[in-house]
């Protein structure tokens, strides 16, 4: 068992000014696979998905809350209902070459329409509260694409700092640690 696992549950639902974080829903999976589809918002973290993978991806995300007690939440923007993004902590096994053990690995990802507008940080400041009630992780990390200016600065503002260099995908990628206070 390790140390930084929750108990199973379903994804607590989180609210802030302007969003609802909660578990996926189906019919969360159109936005959802339109988002990672979209060349301008893949353009971080490689080719487009197709809807295939997509799908995989978005399971996955509801079977990290059943077996790890933590995973991504659906971002839903209160005035329009809509799904705008996913945000939380995961845990892929990226086999990387600096090893992050099994500490949970923070995520964002936001439908470009709703960049620019706060909502990242807005999510990413409630997802962190509530692990660092929730989770017994010494700490937390993220891996972000070296050409990801706009997440490696939403990472130093929720308090990451940079502690390595990888290749991820066969691009140069940024590791970003966060100690639990």
Known sequence: MVPWRGRPVSAPVLETERLILRGHRLEDFPAYAAMWADPLFMRHMGPPRSPEESWSRFLRNEGMWSLLGQGLW???????GAFIG???????????AIDCGDQPEAGWTFVTAAHG???GSEAAKA????????????????LIAESNAVS????AQMGYRQSGHVTHLDKPALIFTRERP
Not at 127 to 142: E, G, N, V
Not at 152 to 155: D, F, G, H, S, W
């Open 117 to 119: 507008r706060g909502f």
């Open 127 to 142: 997802a962190i509260a509530w692990a660092d009630k929730h989770l017994d992780a010494p700490r937390t990390w993220c």
């Open 74 to 80: 659906a971002v839903e923007e209160k005035a329009s």
């Open 86 to 96: 996913d945000c939380g902590f995961m845990q892929n096994r990226r086999g990387l």
């Open 152 to 155: 490696q600065k939403l990472a």
